[in-house]
């Protein structure tokens, strides 16, 4: 299983507030679980990345937090900011290949 | 540091003709990845490289796609011919890996329209 399910598809968040963006994986062999960011015309940026010996990883206003036995793990964004504005995708690796999610288009309003 | 570089940044072609993409990775990074993000998906990976030698092209769909990295720096990704669905965006990154990391970098990549 090398699916990577992501949501929600759109996000709306007003300006200081919290972005929540989840993802599910199947493949147990997964052992990097990295968050991307792209802007448009702009190729994906990482962002911030966890292995899941780790249930938690914080980086400024960004945290992962993962839940290795639901297999689950989502991107929090604090005090969400305008320049925030993109589209964010999980994705899963084994080996250094990456399974990306579908991806969320966030959007952070003043 | 420079980034992925790649060219050209757009391309609009007809179905049936033949188009190619050039990338030039971050100096010193061993592996290089095609990648096609076709519009509200992710990228999915189309071929790896580690130097100049493939390390999965499972996802390339060898009939019309090919690629290479001559002397294991720059690589181009053809189509030949293109369809109507090849319309993306393809995307290069390339990675240099220490212990456990694999953090890619991700170039602009080329938005391929096919009429």
């Known amino acids: 299983q090398q699916q990577v399910k992501q949501s929600p598809q759109s996000l709306i968040v007003q300006k200081g507030g919290i972005s929540i963006i989840n993802c599910a994986y199947e493949n147990t062999a997964f052992d990097y679980f990295p968050w991307y960011q792209q802007f448009p015309g702009k190729g994906p940026a990482l962002l911030i990345a966890?292995?899941?010996?780790?249930s938690e990883k914080k980086e400024g206003r960004f945290t992962i937090s993962f839940n290795k036995s639901a297999k689950q793990f989502s991107l929090h964004i604090m005090d969400s900011q305008p320049g925030d504005s993109a589209t964010y995708f999980c994705a899963a690796s084994f080996s250094d290949k990456l399974i990306f999610g579908t991806g969320t288009r966030l959007q952070v309003f003043p | 540091e420079a980034g992925v570089a790649q060219s050209p940044r757009y391309k609009i072609i007809e179905k049936r003709q033949s188009v190619a993409f050039w990338c030039n990775p971050i100096?010193?990074?061993?592996?290089l990845y095609w990648y096609q993000q076709i519009l509200g998906q992710g990228p999915k990976l189309l071929i790896q490289f580690q130097n100049n030698g493939v390390v999965d092209d499972s996802q390339l769909p060898k009939d019309r796609f090919s690629a290479e990295r001559l002397k294991g720096v720059d690589s181009t990704l053809k189509i030949q011919p293109a369809k109507l669905e090849d319309s993306a965006v393809y995307l290069c990154?390339?990675?240099?890996?220490?212990?456990?990391?694999?953090?890619?970098?991700f170039g602009p990549g080329t938005r391929l329209t096919v009429t």
């Open positions: 990154a390339s990675s240099l890996m220490t212990g456990y990391t694999y953090e890619q970098y």
């Open positions: 100096s010193g990074h061993a592996t």
């Open positions: 966890i292995r899941p010996d780790v």
